[in-house]
């Protein structure tokens, strides 16, 4: 039987040849820490209550477009964290692996006092560690107790190593949990957000399209969107070149014929109704979208008088051709749509004053209109 300090020597070594480091691998490091200026934009996406209900055309508009912003910040700040996520989850793979590597290099070290422990427990006819203590001289029996502690010190390190790879690995999937968790519930916020976004664009889109029914402009029966009218879909208008905009996304008028890019129609629409209310009778207009053979057809009848084709702002849906009074320069509606038409969007260009002079030429500016 071996003496009880050789059991005792037997029975670390081999619990420690016997300890398990393989802790479940997880798929991330730490939760994601920081937040971006695309995902700060993502998450408060909808935290801005309206003060009050919009009104007018112009705000339906302007809320309805706001709305659709935010929809594609939210995707936007959701795609960010993604990437994020799958950058930390990267990093933490690459950790993993280091320490699969330095397991590898524990499991040869502690290899051989492996041996040595299952060669004692074995062998019968080693008794303990009295191998250590054959008859010898006092230095070979010295230099048998230096190897023995030797041997144990070396088993200590290496179950030391072991035991801080063990909670090192436990800690990463601790780590790796804590992440999938809280990615997930972000991920499922920016999705709540986006549905409540799309479902706050859709209604307005929709309150407009009725409120357009209401003042005469054909674009059906209010129940499926607003078609040309949406102006959600403005970045579309822009994809097509001068005088080539699609019939659905151009944008009915109250005047019967006449047409424009959305946001100008809806900025037009509310524009209307304000001079109607101060005349008495909507806005005449002699013109409005132009297309492209039509702009042609108007450069050749009026030279001088119209712009290049592919060149007018009329074939982008942003200009219009007056009439009723506002053809005549400083006729009283002149003036008045010349006080007033900013507030909605529209202006008089500078040029339009002096080269060519065109007093009936007016014109929406995207940018101003934004700014409503």
Request: aromatic share 6%; hydrophobic share 40%; glycine share 8%.
């Amino acid at each position: 039987m071996p003496s009880p300090r050789s059991a005792g020597l037997i029975a670390v070594v081999t619990v420690m040849t016997s300890l398990a480091v393989s802790a479940p691998y997880g798929t991330a490091s730490a939760a994601l820490a920081g937040t971006t200026t695309t995902e700060a934009a993502g998450e408060s996406a909808v935290a801005g209550v309206l003060d009050k209900e919009p009104t007018t055309l112009t705000e339906l508009r302007r809320e309805a477009q706001k709305a659709y912003k935010s929809i594609e910040d939210a995707n936007r700040a959701l795609v960010a964290r993604q990437k994020k996520f799958g950058a930390v989850e990267k990093e933490l793979a690459t950790k993993l692996e280091s320490l699969q590597q330095a397991t590898a290099e524990l499991n040869k070290l502690r290899k051989p006092l492996s041996d040595l422990a299952s060669s004692m427990y074995q062998d019968p006819s080693l008794d303990g560690i009295s191998p250590f203590f054959r008859a010898g001289s006092g230095t070979e029996t010295l230099r048998r107790i230096a190897d023995l502690d030797h041997i144990v010190a070396g088993r200590n390190n290496v179950l030391g190593d072991a035991v801080k790879l063990l909670e090192r690995q436990q800690q990463l999937a601790q780590e790796a949990q804590e992440l999938r968790a809280a990615s997930l519930l972000q991920e499922a916020q920016l999705s709540a957000q986006v549905t409540v976004l799309r479902k706050r664009s859709t209604a307005l889109v929709r309150s407009l399209t009725k409120a357009l029914i209401k003042l005469g402009v054909k674009i059906g029966d209010g129940t499926q969107g607003a078609g040309g009218c949406d102006p959600t879909r403005i970045s579309q208008a822009e994809q097509y070149p001068n005088g080539l905009l699609p019939k659905n996304i151009l944008c009915p008028l109250p005047q019967a014929g006449e047409e424009l890019r959305a946001d100008a129609a809806i900025a037009f629409a509310d524009l209307n109704i304000a001079y109607k209310k101060r005349f008495g009778t909507s806005m005449c207009i002699s013109d409005s979208y132009r297309s492209l053979s039509e702009q042609q057809s108007i450069y050749y009848r009026r030279p001088g008088f119209a712009a290049t084709p592919g060149k007018s702002n009329h074939g982008l849906g942003l200009a219009v051709d007056l009439c009723g009074g506002v053809q005549n320069f400083r006729s009283v509606q002149f003036n008045w749509l010349e006080a007033n038409s900013k507030r909605y969007g529209w202006m008089h260009p500078d040029w339009a004053y002096h080269s060519p002079f065109e007093p009936w030429h007016w014109e929406y500016d995207p940018k101003l209109g934004s700014q409503l």
